[in-house]
Every structure is written in C-alpha cells, then in structure tokens.
C-alpha cells in the first residue's frame, strides 16, 4: 500500500506532476542500500532508469529531463532489496 507511513523508507510524489520537460524526484531510506528508481509504461515495461546504485541513507533528490518520453501516464518505482514503493506520473 502506498499509503502507507514507514520511517524506514519513503517515496514522494514527483513534481511537478504532470510534467512537461524536468521532474524532480525524491525519497529517503534509513541506511545504505541498493536501490532502483524507474519510470514504467502502463504496461509494466520499464521506459527510463533514474537511478541505480548504492545509496546512502538519508534523503536523496534527482531531476531529471523527461522531453524525450512520450506524453501519458506512467508508474515510477523505487525499489530496495525489502520492499517497493510506486506511484503515478502524467507526462504532458
């Protein structure tokens, strides 16, 4: 559930949100770990890589050019090795 409220992890939504052009992201994890954060297509196949890699604990913010994706909805996808967190995007 996305809605749910764990210390230990966080997604929040992207802003802005719809986007044209940039996206600014952002999440928190409590300690080092692996992550993944992708934007997927409606269909769950994976469309863009935001980010990969080990990343320390704390919060973290990415921006990142989105010009290039074709406009629709889309799911984002922050991934850890214990749990995921997803949510909604709408390119414009």
Do not use: W
Not at 59 to 79: A, C, Q, R, T, V
């Amino acid at each position: 559930d996305n809605h749910f409220t764990d210390q230990r992890f966080r997604l929040d939504p992207c802003f802005p949100n719809p986007v044209q052009n940039v996206a600014n992201f952002s999440f928190f994890i409590n300690g080092e770990q692996n992550i993944s954060l992708k934007i997927l297509d409606t269909k769950g196949r994976e469309v863009m890589k935001i980010a990969e890699g080990r990343y320390g604990g704390g919060e973290h913010f990415i921006s990142i050019d989105l010009s290039k994706l074709n406009p629709g909805s889309y799911i984002y996808i922050l991934e850890t090795p214990i749990v995921n967190r997803t949510k909604k995007l709408v390119k414009l």
